[in-house]
């Protein structure tokens, strides 16, 4: 860590991702998903979904949530995402939560996720919900989701990946805390 006027200074930098990082997050997105789903995915699954990063459609999807990056030393490490969800527009959706491997367990994904769910709460919204590769349920479960069932996410006719579809409603304590007094 660096000490900067006699404080700490975070090595970890939490800031919106811009189209000019986009080869960085297919890069991150990739190498997470490829290592950290070892047993949960078919190389079949990891393959379709490395096609389908590498295609525009990808590009299109990340343009469509408020996507933060977590920077070290300037390198991308990290990301996670929010959007409105156009089911029925009361839950907010979360997504691309993906940590190269290298900087796995270090707090990383847990600290993007907080930072987009108080981005959506701060919206208006008091639901959030995810859909989880099977290996990722375990980080959700702690940070509070809840599995509501198990299906498949199609991203494209050729990628589809078996997940857990799970919910969180943000706790009565933090819509008091963040409510403006009227």
Not at 93 to 109: A, C, D, E, K, M
């Amino acid at each position: 860590m660096n000490v900067v006027s006699g404080r700490i200074r975070d090595p970890i930098a939490i800031r919106r991702i811009g189209f000019d990082d986009y080869a960085d997050i297919r890069y991150v997105h990739i190498r997470a998903l490829t290592e950290q789903s070892f047993g949960a995915l078919s190389e079949h699954e990891v393959a379709a979904f490395a096609a389908f990063v590498n295609s525009p459609a990808y590009s299109d999807s990340l343009l469509a949530e408020e996507l933060l990056g977590a920077f070290v030393e300037g390198q991308l490490v990290g990301t996670a995402g929010w959007q409105f969800n156009g089911d029925d527009g009361r839950v907010a959706r979360i997504s691309s939560v993906f940590v190269h491997p290298q900087f796995s367990r270090l707090g990383i994904g847990r600290r993007l996720l907080a930072e987009v769910e108080t981005r959506a709460f701060r919206s208006g919204f008091t639901l959030l919900g995810t859909s989880a590769t099977i290996n990722a349920v375990g980080f959700f479960e702690k940070l509070g989701y809840r599995e509501a069932s198990r299906g498949v996410r199609t991203l494209t006719p050729e990628c589809s990946l078996p997940v857990a579809f799970m919910r969180k409603s943000v706790p009565l304590l933090m819509r008091r805390r963040n409510t403006p007094a009227a």
